[in-house]
């Protein structure tokens, strides 16, 4: 596998100036941050807070751009962006590219969204393995841009509570009213309904990333049943497949923690999943930029099971715990030994059978965790902060939309061909 591609934390000279859609989601702030960081020119507009009327909307868009005059627009997940195709037309008038960096599979968003004008469009992936799905959409500029880390707030020495001292914690949904959710929304009909727990185990069980892929290799038979549903129910669908899927494999794994009295952050599902006598302490659902940061270095061992979704990525965690300066203990994904080195910066399991062995082992041996926690906070620092990836962003841009002025040839943007 190709690796992704190595830059200093500094913007090529003359930046392009960017125009940031905002959303409640996290990743705008630590974009905004890196920009401010890096002396990037950029704006915030907020499309998305409230309810606007189309012609709001446009009047908008449009004095931002007149007063600021951006070289490209910026989002996470395409939020910001209308279904609609109003704001993609807008930009493509003004030959004004649209650059989504996507943190949750663009498979399950890009299909609602009207495909206005793919050619002004770059989309960003977290996960390498989403490359050739996202050209099979129609767009054809597309890059490798993983997550990465904020280590002004992860970092050690971050007050915790006296509450979140543990061996061994986990942090995470258990996907069973997600899921549930969004199986409702599907409304299926009764032969994909009946199939739908069989369906989500061997679809976990494959290498398979997509579930309509799968369904027309292995179930021929619900393929038209699927197909009939229609975009967004059939997203539904196959997002609530892979949830469930990813809930029987992180309960399988979690379980492999009850030995040593985990403490469990996370809803009220777990209780109904590991019943209310299985050793664990479960804790409220914690706030991401508040407590977070605090709680990770309170436990020994860290433990990290990732969603289905991701079966080559590495999500969120694998980058803030060790940034926090805390110890890691994660599941083998074949994109993370391209940025750390497992068994000095990170440790990870391949089977729930040795994340047991793991667990006691490392919790036996305090110099080692220390150890790794230390090389691996010192990788994050060198090559995964966000800023990294504001500077990864920004010679993609540049690779993808050469006719920028300033925009330099031969950029070296990690693009992603060739995998």
């Known amino acids: 596998m190709e690796k992704p591609a190595r830059h200093d934390a500094a913007p090529p000279p003359n930046p392009p100036r960017l125009l940031l859609l905002t959303s409640a989601y996290f990743l705008l702030g630590e974009l905004a941050a890196a920009c401010e960081k890096l002396s990037v020119p950029h704006r915030l507009l907020d499309l998305g ?32 962006v209308d279904r609609e195709g109003v704001l993609a037309s807008l930009a493509r008038d003004m030959r004004l590219p649209l650059v989504s960096w996507f943190v949750d599979n663009p498979e399950f968003i890009l299909p609602v969204y009207s495909r206005t004008d793919p050619e002004n469009t770059l989309i960003l992936t977290w996960d390498a393995d989403s490359l050739e799905a996202v050209r099979a959409l129609g767009y054809s500029k597309v890059g490798w841009l993983p997550l990465g880390a904020d280590p002004e707030r992860f970092r050690p020495g971050r007050p915790g509570r006296p509450e979140w001292r ?56 619900l393929l038209a049943e699927l197909d009939a549903l229609g975009v967004e129910r059939r997203t539904a669908f196959e997002t609530a497949v892979v949830w469930r899927a990813t809930l029987d494999y992180r309960l399988a794994c979690v379980r492999q923690t009850l030995p040593f009295s985990p403490l469990i952050a996370g809803d009220p599902g777990w209780r109904e999943l590991l019943g209310p006598e299985d050793g664990f302490r479960l804790h409220p659902e914690i706030n991401y930029y ?26 969120q965690r694998v980058f803030d715990v060790p940034a926090a300066g805390a110890f890691l203990l994660t599941d083998s994904r074949a994109q993370l030994e391209d940025m750390f080195e497992p068994g000095r910066e990170v440790v990870i399991y391949k089977s729930r059978e040795e994340a047991g062995e793991l667990l006691e082992r490392s919790l036996a041996d305090a110099d080692f965790r220390a150890s790794v926690a230390a090389a691996g906070r010192a990788r994050v620092l060198a090559e995964h902060t966000y800023s990294h990836r504001l500077v990864s962003l920004i010679r993609a841009f540049d690779e993808h939309f050469p006719s920028r002025p300033g925009a330099g040839p031969g950029s070296g943007a990690n693009s992603g061909e060739g995998r």
Request: aromatic share 10%; net charge positive; glycine share 4%.
């Open 166 to 221: 543990a061996r061994v914690s986990f942090v995470g949904n258990s996907m069973l009213a997600k899921t549930a959710r969004r199986l409702s929304f599907a409304a299926p009909p009764p032969a994909l309904l009946a199939a739908f727990s069989s369906l989500s185990a061997e679809f976990a069980a494959t290498g398979e990333r997509n579930v309509r892929r799968f369904v027309a290799a292995h179930r021929p038979e």
């Open 49 to 80: 807070a409230r309810e606007m009327d189309a012609a709001s909307f446009v009047r908008a868009f449009r004095e931002a751009v007149s007063s600021f005059r951006p070289d490209a627009i910026l989002t996470v997940n395409h939020l910001g």
């Open 290 to 315: 508040q407590e977070l940061p605090g709680f990770y270095p309170q436990s020994d061992v860290n433990f990290n099971c990732t969603s289905v979704q991701m079966k080559g990525a590495v999500n």
